[in-house]
């Protein structure tokens, strides 16, 4: 990328699946890795809502096992003595312990990685200031089935990219996997037109649509 390419993409990201795929060791994602790798290159800018990070707490907390595979131990137990078992259950054992192994190691872990994380983002952490609580509280969509932290993710999203755009950038994207119901559409022509009007474009993934330099 030239000097005069250089002009970092600005991605306003909902952070909930990037951390997912990307702190979740069982289930990296190399495009999660590959946007990280941007953005700690200095490529795109990445602000990120403060209530994100929470939900990917939440979430990651949720998705690991809590019971240790002592349905697995107990069922193994029982077999035994009705006398059904007939499995090598020392190497079942093996599978067992590197998988509690793997759920212990990032539960040790991942709070860690979000905070360094977070310090890494630093001035990109967008926190609900009354400029976009103000926003929330006029935000007109096409429905109002959208819950509450919905709303005020896409508000601190909509409220930051419309000052990136006065400011002269003109890439803005905001990622997000896991929430359809923030993409905009021709079935939802008031979101569509926030989007627009805030010079954003909504993409499903982490993969950024190619530059026109790179396209040409």
Known sequence: MTDSSRKASKILIRIRGF?????????????????NARFRAGDITLYVPYLCFQEARNLIAKSLPSNRCTDLLDFHRYAVAAGTASWAFDEVRKLLDAA????????????????DFAATVGDGILHGSKHVFDFLEALD?????????DKLILSSVLVRARELKAAGADRLFFASVDKSDLQPTAHRPKMTRHYNDAGLEFIPNFVLPATPEAAG
């Open 19 to 35: 951390a997912v795929n990307y702190l979740g060791h069982a289930q990296r994602h190399r495009d999660a890795l590959a946007l």
């Open 100 to 115: 509690v192994g793997e759920v212990s190691r990032t539960k040790a872990v991942y709070q860690r990685q979000l905070t």
């Open 141 to 149: 969509l096409d429905d109002d089935t959208l819950k509450y932290n």
